[in-house]
C-alpha cells in the first residue's frame, strides 16, 4: 500500500497563504484518488478537498471552496493543497489520504501522520 507524509504546516496570521505537501511512496500512485481532511480540536474530522486519479476533477468542502486548491503531480508522487485567505477556523492538523473511493477510506484507505496548521487572528 502507499505511504504518505504530509509537510508544510506551520503558525501564519490571517489572511495569509500555505502550501500542504504530501508525498507518497510505494505502488502505483496515479491509481488512486486523493483526499485532505483537516481535524480541528473537539471535533470530527472532515472533509477537505479532492483529486481524482488524473487530477481531471477536483471537488471541496464549501468552507474551503474559493481559497483552497488542491492538484496532484503524478510524475513526483506528490499531492498539494494550497491554502489562501486562512481564516482562525481553517486551524487544524491536515491530514491526506489515498484510496480508490471515499467511502472506503476509513478501513482500506491509506493515511498521513497529519501535518499542523494553525492560523492567528
Known amino acids: 500500500q502507499v505511504q504518505l507524509v504530509e509537510s508544510g504546516g506551520g503558525l501564519v496570521q490571517a489572511g495569509g497563504s500555505l502550501r500542504l505537501s504530501c508525498a507518497a511512496s510505494?505502488?502505483?500512485?496515479?491509481?488512486?484518488?486523493m483526499y485532505w481532511f483537516r481535524q480541528a480540536p473537539g471535533k470530527e474530522r472532515e472533509f477537505v478537498a479532492a483529486i481524482s486519479m488524473t487530477g481531471g476533477t477536483t471537488s471541496y468542502a464549501d468552507s474551503v471552496k474559493g481559497r483552497f486548491t488542491i492538484s496532484r503531480d503524478n510524475a513526483k508522487n506528490t499531492l498539494y493543497l494550497q491554502m489562501n485567505s486562512l481564516k482562525p477556523e481553517d486551524t487544524a492538523v491536515y491530514y491526506c489520504?489515498?484510496?480508490?473511493?471515499?467511502?472506503?477510506?476509513?478501513?482500506?484507505?491509506?493515511w498521513g501522520q497529519g501535518t499542523q496548521v494553525t492560523v492567528s487572528s
Open positions: 489520504a489515498a484510496g480508490r473511493t471515499r467511502a472506503t477510506l476509513t478501513t482500506e484507505g491509506s
Open positions: 510505494g505502488r502505483t500512485f496515479s491509481s488512486y484518488a
